[in-house]
């Protein structure tokens, strides 16, 4: 069935540093590919998203690509901030096959100043 | 000028007990999930109605029981409570035909005691 991979986390960076959360899924036909982020105590928002291959979705300084080869989106933003600490998903949905959006098990992000 | 508003927003109860927890959208869209969140912060879908019609049930216990009453509203009951039950509840709601993304509420913690 469809599924999503991502990096276990937690992941613990300073403030500006780089990062990266790597995602690779699985799934019959060309889904599309989103990720979510979760602040704490509250519920879901979308970062970004990306539907078709090699399309780049970005919002907020982050940037995920569409990898149709690697079956892979993953997250990146050049300087991370105290305020990114958030739980990050990557999901894919699949039009026309299961309906529903898959998503991967979460990585927790910790910027410190 | 909450988008997806859910109610309670903490719930505390005994095992055994039967509860409800309501989800409101006022962004029109046609189709609602319901979505469980475990302890490690784990996501997976419930059910889904789209235009008041169940079209996604994952194998969840039949003490779950989503009611409709319309396109706006997608409410939670659950029978005979058991302490597994315990997690964060989040209701979604998108728009079928224009976009696969979805929007969340701010969830509902739920603790069985």
């Known amino acids: 069935g469809d599924s999503v991979t991502q990096m276990e986390g937690p992941v613990t960076l300073s403030e500006e540093a780089f990062l990266t959360i790597n995602c690779t899924y699985t799934?019959?036909?060309?889904?599309?590919l989103f990720w979510y982020v979760q602040y704490p105590g509250e519920g879901l928002q979308l970062l970004l998203k990306a539907t078709k291959a090699d399309d780049k979705g970005s919002n907020k300084g982050f940037e995920a690509t569409y990898r149709k080869e690697t079956t892979s989106f993953h997250l990146e933003k050049g300087s991370v901030q105290v305020s990114d600490s958030a739980v990050y998903f990557c999901a894919l949905y699949l039009q026309g096959g299961s309906e529903k959006l898959v998503f991967g098990k979460g990585t927790k992000l910790t910027v410190n100043p | 000028d909450t988008a997806v508003s859910q109610t309670p927003k903490y719930l505390v109860t005994q095992m055994g007990n039967d509860k409800s927890i309501k989800c409101e959208q006022n962004l029109g869209h046609d189709t609602m999930y319901w979505y469980k969140q475990d302890s490690k912060k784990f996501l997976k879908i419930m059910f889904s109605y789209n235009n008041k019609e169940l079209i996604i049930n994952e194998t969840v216990p039949n003490r779950f029981s989503p009611k409709s009453p319309d396109k706006a509203h997608l409410n939670l009951h659950i029978n005979s409570l058991e302490l597994g039950d315990s997690a964060v509840y989040f209701c979604?709601?998108?728009?079928?035909?224009?976009?696969?993304?979805?929007?969340f509420g701010p969830g509902t913690r739920l603790t069985v005691l």
């Open positions: 979604a709601s998108r728009d079928w035909t224009s976009t696969d993304t979805q929007y």
């Open positions: 799934a019959t036909g060309y889904p599309s």
